[in-house]
């Protein structure tokens, strides 16, 4: 039974590591613990673990791995130090705010010799999984194109607080870039199995506010444009200012042979249109988005899953930190590109 610390105990340790670590019979969550203590006792008391005062006493209690779910700037820190006293680390998305801390983090895994996985739970949606499989074997022929869009009305309606750290860049340090752009950018790289080496970037704050009516300190629209390794160009924008009622998920990939949409239709999550014969249409799952991740989601992202049966050695892990610190190259890449409003090329 691998034990588990969850550390950070709010929005996504509630609706996703808790219900989805419980669900798991290999593993049992021993202790929690968060910088704000009531969001810790609440968790201790709702699932009758341990809630710790320090991250020093929660490492200490015997657990061998924990997930941190904290804000974007302390993710470095938190993964080191678990790494460093012999845990396995399952780190929330952006796995880290720069290159240097994602390759201590890197370094950590590697000189205590334990996995450290960054949560992109787009590459485990069953929809994420058919198309990488249909593009592996050439079904939709050589890759072209592809766009790309990550949406949603913001993390104030994620988090309930208008005035979300999410907005603050000493907190956070990237928008709607770091919050959906890295899911979006893994997933290219993950659905084509190729290497983003060209980016042109636009960051903007095109609408966001606090509560007051002054501006956010983070990009609430990103845009970027990619050119892959093997030659495709393609598309990325990702915004916190989609005000409607429904997120926008999807992703498209135009090659030689037809045209795959995924999450691009309401009733079907992949369709492919083959360039000459008939249309293929599969309703496999629902990408997981704000409105229906509650603590009582019966829907596993599988991240979870795959964390613990990786560290078992039942799987090899798909997304290490060394895999991540790919996707997170383009991120950094991007920034560069949107302040100095040039095409960056990505080694
Ligand atoms: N994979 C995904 O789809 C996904 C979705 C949402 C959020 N996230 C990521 O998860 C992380 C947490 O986001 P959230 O929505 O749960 O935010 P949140 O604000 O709801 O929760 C963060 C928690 O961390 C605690 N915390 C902050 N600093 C701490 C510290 N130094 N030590 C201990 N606890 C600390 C806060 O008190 C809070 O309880 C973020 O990095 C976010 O990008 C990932």
Known sequence: ????????CDKIA??????????????KIIGVYDINQENANYISKKYNVKAFKTVDELLGSGVDAVSVC?????????????LDSGKHVLCEKPMAITYDECLSMCKASQNANKLLMIGHNQRFSPTHIKAREYIASNKIGKVLSFHTTFGHPG?????????????DKTKAHFGAMADLGVHKTDLIRFLLCDDICEVYSQFGILDKTYSDGSPISVDDNAFCCYKTKKG???????SWTFYGNSEDNSTQIYGSKGILRLYDDP????????????VQKYNLDQIADNKTQTDNSVDSTGIIDHFISS?????????????ALKS?????????????????IIN
């Open 155 to 167: 993390p104030e309606a994620w988090t309930s607080n208008p005035n979300s750290w999410f907005f």
């Open 70 to 82: 904290t804000s974007n700037s302390t993710h470095a820190n938190m993964s080191i130090q678990a």
């Open 311 to 323: 560290i078992l050695k039942e799987s090899k892990c798909i997304i290490t930190g060394e895999e």
């Open 14 to 27: 509630q609706v996703r590591h808790i219900p989805e670590y419980n669900a798991n019979s290999k593993c």
């Open 232 to 238: 495709a160009m393609g598309l990325m924008h990702v």
């Open 328 to 344: 997170m190259k383009v991120i950094f890449a991007a920034e560069e590109s949107s302040k100095t409003n040039k095409k960056v």
């Open 267 to 278: 009733d079907y999550s992949f369709i492919f249109e083959p360039r000459d014969g008939e």
């Open 1 to 8: 039974m691998i034990k588990i610390g969850i550390i950070g």
